[in-house]
């Protein structure tokens, strides 16, 4: 699944590519997308803005439409100057959007509508979206209360939950557990006011820096390598994802991985440096790990 730092880097550089300019054409496969270009063009509309919600992007058009996309497992956009190569096959195409100097092409996404801005208010799932972690507008209280109100559900299950705060995806949950020292399989409950501030506030700090290292031109894809270890390694720069068996990057000890939650999405952890509460003292623990430091391992 596409974290959010991708969905975002992705919105950015479509917003970069299409904002301001006018459609001057519009395909899709998609019939209920193709009625909607019959009905009431899409061509001819001007673009106003490209947005990420959580997991989802959103294009405003002129004329209060948005189209509004969920790339889950397999979806994506690309941009393309006319007549350049695509980079996947046109039997993934599922909606092309062209203006003068750009082809916006969207590949396999599951999700795809158009909306008004009221039809879209009513859209029960994505109202149910909690803050990105990413928004400028990011409330570190509300986010904080929104865990809260999960008090029964595990740590890494409560950061998937895109109802609570949306953005984070399969692999920051485990990277941002390790860089506080939270046992992915605690219960929300036991977690002190401190820990959930340094799981917010990493998540946070993580996410944004895969953002900036976004690419301004090129395909945009969704296969960025994400780091959260500064180093030149391209086959260290995360901590404990994917990584069982493995000595951690901090202790030496093995890193663990089991299922977790209804998806049954891998966890990893480090026994020793993200301790059950109350089963083993934390030995070592200095505080959380500040994620750009190198390890030495
Ligand atoms: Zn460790």
Not at 179 to 197: D, K, M, Q, S
Not at 274 to 287: C, D, I, L, N, Y
Request: proline content about 5%; glycine content about 8%; some cysteine.
């Amino acid at each position: 699944m596409p974290e959010g730092d991708t969905i975002f880097r992705a919105a950015r550089t479509l917003h970069r590519a299409l904002a301001g300019q006018t459609v001057t054409g519009f395909e899709s496969v998609l019939p209920k997308l193709e009625r909607v270009e019959i009905d009431s063009p899409i061509t001819g509309r001007t673009i106003e803005k490209v947005e990420p919600v959580g997991k989802w992007t959103l294009i405003y058009f002129s004329g209060d439409l948005i189209l509004l996309t969920h790339m889950l497992m397999s979806g994506s956009w690309h941009i393309y100057r006319p007549g350049e190569k695509w980079h996947r096959r046109r039997d993934d195409m599922r909606i092309i959007l062209r203006t003068e100097k750009i082809l916006a092409v969207a590949f396999k996404v599951p999700i795809a509508e158009f909306h008004t801005a009221d039809s879209l208010r009513r859209r029960r799932v994505f109202n149910q979206i909690g803050p990105s972690v990413l928004a400028e507008e990011y409330n570190d209280a509300e986010i904080l209360q929104r865990l809260r109100r999960r008090p029964e559900s595990t740590v890494g299950e409560a950061l998937l939950a895109q109802s609570l705060l949306s953005g984070i995806g399969n692999v920051f949950k485990s990277e941002v557990c390790f860089a506080c020292g939270v046992h992915p399989f605690r219960l929300v409950a036991t977690l002190t006011h401190n820990e959930i501030e340094c799981l917010v506030d990493t998540a946070r700090k993580q996410l944004s820096a895969n953002v900036l290292e976004s690419s301004t031109d090129g395909p945009v894809t969704y296969s960025g390598a994400r780091r959260t270890r500064r180093t030149s390694d391209d086959g260290a720069r995360l901590w404990v994802y994917s990584r069982q068996g493995r000595p951690c990057r901090r202790c030496g000890t093995a890193i663990l991985t089991r299922k977790q939650g209804p998806g049954v999405r891998s966890t990893y952890w480090c026994p020793e440096c993200q301790p059950m509460v109350g089963e083993k003292t934390v030995t070592g623990w200095a505080g959380p790990i500040p994620w750009r430091s190198s390890g030495s391992k």
